[in-house]
């Protein structure tokens, strides 16, 4: 069996655990029509935008975030809410704990790290995630994935590349220029 199958097995009894615990807080989640239709739109536009941002490299990701509106789109149209409860931003980290560990474009994908207590306010709990396996197609999608989301955040991906590079996400010498070039590109 290759490697990839078992990571990737890996990650769906991880998902059943996820479910699970999930479950026993149901009472306490309420997700709204208005919620979901508000998260539809905002993640069709921030998609919109990655492909615009890719495009100036040449590439396009119609599937990007594809998880968000399909088996996640219901955890994940909690992001917009106001005054979440405890329940509410439990169910919310471990959506992202399920879309960054089964997304390439998230140097959480390429590693074994435990990130067993992982919280939106606490990504790493473990210390810095080593994406030095993370190939270019992967760098690729993530530079065009922080530009878009710079956008929506009133600053660049270059801003959080410079953030997150060495603190959050270890990336190799090489690495760190091609994300400078294609961020350069990109944000131009």
């Known amino acids: 069996m ?8 890996k990650r769906v009894n991880n ?5 699970d615990k999930l479950l ?10 208005d919620l979901r239709q508000a998260f539809i739109e905002r993640t069709k536009n921030h998609i919109r935008l990655v492909n615009d941002f890719a495009r100036k490299i040449g590439k ?7 998880s968000k509106l399909n088996d996640l789109l219901e955890p994940y149209s909690l992001f917009l809410k106001k005054n979440k409860t405890q329940a509410e931003e439990e169910l919310l980290d471990l959506a992202t704990i399920i879309h960054i560990k089964n997304s390439p474009h998230h140097p959480e994908y390429w ?4 990130i067993e207590g992982f919280t939106r306010k606490n990504p790493n709990p473990h210390g810095i995630i080593d994406a030095t396996d993370m190939p270019d197609e992967a760098l690729e999608e993530m530079a065009a994935d922080w530009c878009a ?4 955040k009133n600053n660049s991906g270059m801003e959080w590349f410079n953030k997150v590079n060495g603190v959050r996400w270890l990336f190799t010498t090489e690495q760190q ?3 400078r070039k294609l961020l350069n590109i990109m944000e131009k």
């Open 24 to 33: 026993k807080n149901i009472d306490d989640i309420t997700i709204t029509e």
């Open 111 to 114: 590693t074994d790290t435990n």
């Open 149 to 152: 989301t710079g956008v929506m």
């Open 2 to 9: 290759p490697f990839k199958d078992l990571i990737w097995r």
């Open 177 to 179: 220029a091609y994300l």
């Open 60 to 66: 396009e990701y119609p599937n990007h975030d594809a």
């Open 15 to 19: 998902y059943f655990q996820i479910v």
